[in-house]
């Protein structure tokens, strides 16, 4: 089975053999293909509706709400801790983006781009709140309650140390494009980061 | 009583005995010189004998988990939700073994059987026995069986603790691990619940010290409160309310203090029955056992040293409105096998019936235990 192109991203970050910890897992797909290439780990998820196919994937599965962060792991416990697509749903993600640092040696983090050219198109000539591909939901009934640009993210990750060690921004086809790789933040629709705490 | 028996139970079956004859020591210093367990089997066990899952029951609980003794039976066994052909512990694939356990009063050894070095009942004088004893002799008749390792170790509440106890003390004998609405050691508010209903017992007049079968009585009064504090315990306020609110028996108030309300006749009921089939010692021993259990106080209070040695891979569950096991008490069980580095799972069930919502066919609960159970077959290739 492919992944779905920014899993791939995440995927390709990873080395074999490695720990991981993925945040939202879902039905687990991207950490049963990590551990075709014997990377372990834990998938963490709120929603235990999902919890069959986890299993199914012979993954193990944490029910857990991340928003209370990730106090029931030790610091530096794993190589690499994901959190893919879940970011803006998340009521502290400064303090999660902590956690993931705390916990993970490297963070894997992908977003939806709010600076994305439609999403200002939308709400700085329609003067409604953006609604994409990426971010489908109308603002009454988003899970998305923090929303940010590729940007702001990375004004965050200076703030708090956090280096960049890789970025991938594609578009709702993950994609990448000549005019993403020239204006990311203008063109681009999900971003992925690969960050590393500079004090590590 | 059944017409005809429904298609997924196993149907009509009957209890086995092991005898041991070999001593065995407990951890309280004492040794049985020789112990009978009663045990019930489900399914078949294949020709590598490796498809065998032991289940472990709860406070209450004896070696009837599923199926029925004979046609006339009103009620199958405590776990028929669960044990079946197609079911979350299915009998087409598994060689399912449910022991009644030592100090039980369903026919192994304990408070009711005769001790062979006096001749006598043992009856307060049958040494508490510990999860960990359990386990040793749950190993024994795994050894009699021919199962050097069980596909899976499963229980819930005290069940539970026997799995966690399984996982630690005999780390090859069992490929997985459920622990289902359980707890690493008892909270103060829960021995304190123990406490009441154990006052409860030694201070029916008929309790004789634990010597009532001598006098030829037995603690009612004790035992059946010991129950209804019990069976508060293991609902919820919610599943309480949803069954009976403040619903009068005669329709109005009456003024007095016979039973009127709804709730108090349930609990009679329940508290009498209980009296006719359970003996008050065992219960005594039972919630005794309880209190004692902490794996991790050998490690200075440190669960996930105690942990170490686990291999099987894990399935932990709990209920929302378990408030006797809360899931933050499952929790402390996932979080030190996270720290140890454990092979775990955890679900939370969304369930208003209270810490009794283990036995009861919820279904998010069953899904996710069938699919686990599956994983498990397919592991051993049945």
């Known amino acids: 089975m492919t992944l779905r192109l920014d899993l791939q991203i995440i995927s390709d970050w990873i080395p074999d053999g490695s720990r991981v910890l993925d945040l939202g897992c879902g039905n687990g797909t991207l950490l049963n293909h990590l551990q075709q290439r014997g990377i372990t780990g834990y998938g963490l998820e709120i929603d235990n509706s999902k919890f069959p196919d986890c299993l199914r994937a012979g993954i193990q599965v944490i029910q857990a709400d991340l928003d209370d962060g990730l106090r029931q792991f030790a610091d530096h416990s794993f190589d690499y801790v994901i959190l893919s697509q879940t970011l803006q749903a998340i009521k502290r993600p400064d303090f999660l983006l902590h956690e993931i640092m705390r916990v993970g040696q490297h963070g894997i983090i992908g977003f939806p781009n709010f600076g994305h050219w439609r999403c200002r ?28 640009t590729i940007k702001d993210f990375e004004k965050l990750c200076a703030a708090n140390r956090y280096n960049v060690l890789g970025r991938s921004v594609v578009n709702h086809a993950y994609k990448d494009t000549p005019a993403i790789r020239l204006l990311p933040n203008l063109f681009g629709e999900t971003a992925v980061y690969l960050i590393q705490n500079i004090a590590s | 009583m059944p017409d005809s028996l429904p298609a997924d139970s196993v149907g009509i079956v009957a209890p086995h005995t092991l005898h041991v004859k070999t001593p065995l020591t407990l951890d309280c210093g004492r040794t049985l010189p020789e112990f009978t367990l009663i045990y019930e089997t489900y399914g078949q066990l294949n020709a590598d004998k490796s498809n065998a899952v032991l289940i472990c029951h709860a406070l209450s609980g004896d070696h009837h988990a599923a199926g029925y003794h004979d046609l006339d039976d009103r009620k199958p066994g405590w776990w028929e939700s669960a044990i079946g052909p197609g079911k979350a512990i299915d009998t087409n ?22 001790n062979p070095e006096t001749g006598q009942v043992y009856g307060p004088d049958f040494p508490i026995v510990t999860v960990n004893d359990w386990v040793n002799s749950q190993a024994i008749l795994a050894d009699t069986l021919g199962v050097s390792q069980w596909a899976a170790v499963i229980g819930g509440s005290l069940g539970g603790m026997q799995a966690l106890q399984w996982a630690i003390s005999l780390p090859n004998r069992l490929r997985h691990a459920l622990i289902i609405a359980a707890a690493p050691k008892l909270s103060a508010q829960n021995i304190a ?16 010290d634990g010597h009532y079968a001598a006098h030829n009585t037995l603690p009612r009064q004790g035992l059946g409160l010991a129950r209804m504090l019990g069976h508060i315990t293991y609902l919820s306020d919610e599943a309480m309310g949803q069954k009976f609110g403040r619903e009068l028996r005669s329709g109005a108030i009456q003024y007095g203090y016979g039973v009127e309300f709804q709730i108090e006749s349930y609990l009679r009921y329940q508290s009498s ?15 005794k ?27 932990v569950m709990s209920f929302t409105s378990d408030w006797r096991f809360s899931p933050l008490r499952s929790l402390e069980i996932v979080n030190a096998m996270l720290t140890a580095g454990k092979q775990v799972s955890y679900a939370e069930i969304e369930a208003n019936q209270g810490h009794d919502a283990f036995l009861m066919p919820i279904p998010r609960y069953m899904e996710i235990f069938s699919t686990y159970m599956q994983q498990v077959a397919r592991e051993v290739n049945l």
């Open chain 2, 193 to 208: 619940f123990n406490e009441v209903a154990r006052t409860a017992i030694k201070s029916d007049p008929d309790f004789h």
């Open chain 2, 289 to 315: 056992s309880l209190d004692y259990f902490d794996p991790a106080k050998a490690f200075n209070d440190d669960l996930s040293a105690a942990m170490q040695p686990i291999t099987a891979k894990t399935l």
């Open chain 1, 121 to 148: 198109l939308q709400l700085g000539l329609g003067g409604h709140m953006p609604v994409s591909k990426s971010l489908p939901n109308a603002w009454f009934e988003t899970p998305n309650i923090h929303l940010c």
């Open chain 2, 273 to 287: 029955s209980f009296v006719e089939r359970f003996d008050a010692n065992t219960y005594l021993l039972m919630t």
């Open chain 2, 93 to 114: 694939h598994f060689f399912v073994v449910c022991p009644n356990n030592l100090g039980g009063c369903k026919g192994s050894t304990g408070p009711t059987t005769i």
